[in-house]
């Protein structure tokens, strides 16, 4: 996603009464889809001196697909499969989490099981992967290595989706969804901001359960807060921290502010947002890196057009820890943390998509070494 102007509440509420037809005063949201626009340069040159790591490798880069979102998943031999969502061409892109090469393309244009229309939010839990579909408004879950589908739920609810979190319980699973609808368009075509009011449903969370060999799913409630601090104007990225009861969810409205907004698992507000002080772009894609010790590092992402800054905060205290970038990754949606240790990234690797072309990969050794962070062995 990209930014969107927002219109005062107020001004929003009486156009809706009023059903006028005309461009308001202050400037509407921008209705061209924002996933397919770059983040604005800075107006002033970006002088900060932040770390820059050489990335581990780049994918092909295919600009046709509008590469969004990254997940990984290890098959049963070994092999580390980087799982990408193609925006244009309504498919799954698969490359080796090794190397980057190409593997494979999943899925066709449609609405039936195994197809899709616009993926954006990918996540992948056990040995099954979820994907959020923005036009068919749906989540669909396939299993691996097969890619085979088994449930597709959250069609009657979901508006306009885009990210997604899934927390893994006993019970089952809790997936969040973030979903960006709008109040209509204007006379221009442009989308119309909700008021305050009307954010109450921006991120919603289904509870999903094994039945037998099968998944069931069910609406587990829906969130956000009305108040100016704690609104969550426009959304895509989310996740989430269970041992500290915290959901950090990444603010796209840059004309309000570049920023993450910390919630608590049951969509509390905790009066406490991340990132206004240090981000120079729209906040976007959103990771946290848990160690056995119980701390860590959440890693967000400064989606910069002409490069891409990672800033890390700290997991409990959410102070800012530091920042990195990379020597090409720019404009990144979607980012991905796989903390498993393999023989190419024995403590782990950060996928993140550049310039909707492709992924690169960022070694977490690199990351370490370059904000001199302790040692952190894996849960």
Known sequence: MTPIRTLLPALVAGLLVAGCTGKPPTAAADARDADEKATPAATTPDTRDIPVIQEAFLTPMTPAD??????????PEGQ???IATAKATD??????????????EVGTTGEGAGQFKRPNGI???????FIVERDNHRVQVL???????VLTFAAEQLQKPYGLWVNKTDAGYQVY????????????????LPPLDQLDKRVWRFDVAHNGAALS??????????????????????WGDPANDRLLIAEEDETYANELKVYDLAGKYAGKTLGRDVFKAQSEGIMLKTCADGSGWWLTTEQGKGRTVFHLFDRKTLAHTGAVTGAKVANTDGIWLDASASERFPDGVLYAVHDDQG???LDWRDIAKSLQLPACQTP
């Open 66 to 75: 509008n590469i969004d979102s990254p997940a990984s998943w290890t098959t």
């Open 80 to 82: 580390r499969w980087l």
């Open 91 to 104: 498919r799954l892109v698969v490359y080796d989490g090794q190397t980057g090469a190409h593997l494979r």
């Open 123 to 129: 996540a992948v839990v056990d040995d099954m992967v």
């Open 143 to 149: 299993s691996l290595p097969d890619f085979a589908p």
């Open 177 to 192: 969804v973030t979903d960006a609808y709008m109040a209509g368009e204007d006379a221009q075509g442009e989308d119309i």
């Open 217 to 238: 799913a069910k609406v587990g409630g829906n969130f956000g807060d009305a108040s100016p601090e704690g609104a969550l104007r426009v959304v895509e990225s989310i």
């Open 359 to 361: 992924v690169v990969a």
